[in-house]
T-cell receptor, first 112, second 115 residues
Framework: GENVEQHPSTLSVQEGDSAVIKCTYSDSASNYFPWYKQELGKGPQLIIDIRSNVGEKKDQRIAVTLNKTAKHFSLHITETQPEDSAVYFCAASIESTYKYIFGTGTRLKVLA | DTGVSQDPRHKITKRGQNVTFRCDPISEHNRLYWYRQTLGQGPEFLTYFQNEAQLEKSRLLSDRFSAERPKGSFSTLEIQRTEQGDSAMYLC?????????????FGSGTRLTVV
């Protein structure tokens, strides 16, 4: 079955710097890759997603890149702000199944 | 629409007791999912429904767990004879299907503590 590895487990950056979180997946059939942000005491919130027919997607300060050959995808946050501090999860899915396999999460701290 | 609602937010129970959680999905979403999240881990799939039909159950869902979605609206997750290992956050999510699928919307979860 699918396995998703996520690195790093914790990441501290200065406000205004960029943050990059990386994930690898094992099942080449996976074709949908969402990223979720989870704040303390709340459920995960979808922030961006990418399908396997594109290599990059951008939404304001957030971008995701996908390398299907290497089976890895990354989340890039530019111009980080304190409110970006949270736990971020990547996930992989075969979209027709609607079932996600999540990574273990990255705790991002943006230092003011 | 107010999003996905879960009740209760927190539940403390003694080992051996039964507990039931409720999830109200976004009204136009026909898919509903249950995930479990332990401390420091990502959510793990438990089960999902399309309308009222339960289509898949994870092997994580032992015989002590049962989920229902009567009439394809709200869902309940019941854990019988709770064990300390059941302590976790139970997350519910919903989504449309097909061309309208744009990822899950999660609720805020029910945090279960078994003492």
């Amino acid at each position: 079955g699918e396995n998703v590895e996520q690195h790093p487990s914790t990441l501290s950056v200065q406000e205004g710097d960029s943050a990059v979180i990386k994930c690898t997946y094992s099942d080449s059939a996976s074709n949908y890759f969402p990223w979720y942000k989870q704040e303390l005491g709340k459920g995960p919130q979808l922030i961006i997603d990418i399908r396997s027919n594109v290599g990059e997607k951008k939404d304001q300060r957030i971008a995701v890149t996908l390398n299907k050959t290497a089976k890895h995808f990354s989340l890039h946050i530019t111009e980080t702000q304190p409110e970006d501090s949270a736990v971020y999860f990547c996930a992989a899915s075969i979209e027709s199944t609607y079932k996600y396999i999540f990574g273990t999460g990255t705790r991002l701290k943006v230092l003011a | 629409d107010t999003g996905v609602s879960q009740d209760p937010r927190h539940k403390i129970t003694k080992r051996g007791q039964n507990v039931t959680f409720r999830c109200d999905p976004i009204s136009e979403h026909n898919r509903l999912y249950w995930y479990r999240q332990t401390l420091g881990q990502g959510p793990e799939f438990l089960t999902y429904f399309q309308n009222e039909a339960q289509l898949e159950k994870s092997r994580l869902l032992s015989d002590r767990f049962s989920a229902e979605r009567p009439k394809g609206s709200f869902s309940t997750l019941e854990i019988q004879r709770t064990e300390q290992g059941d302590s976790a956050m139970y997350l519910c999510a919903s989504s449309p299907t097909g061309d309208r699928f744009k990822g899950y919307t999660f609720g805020s979860g029910t945090r279960l503590t078994v003492v």
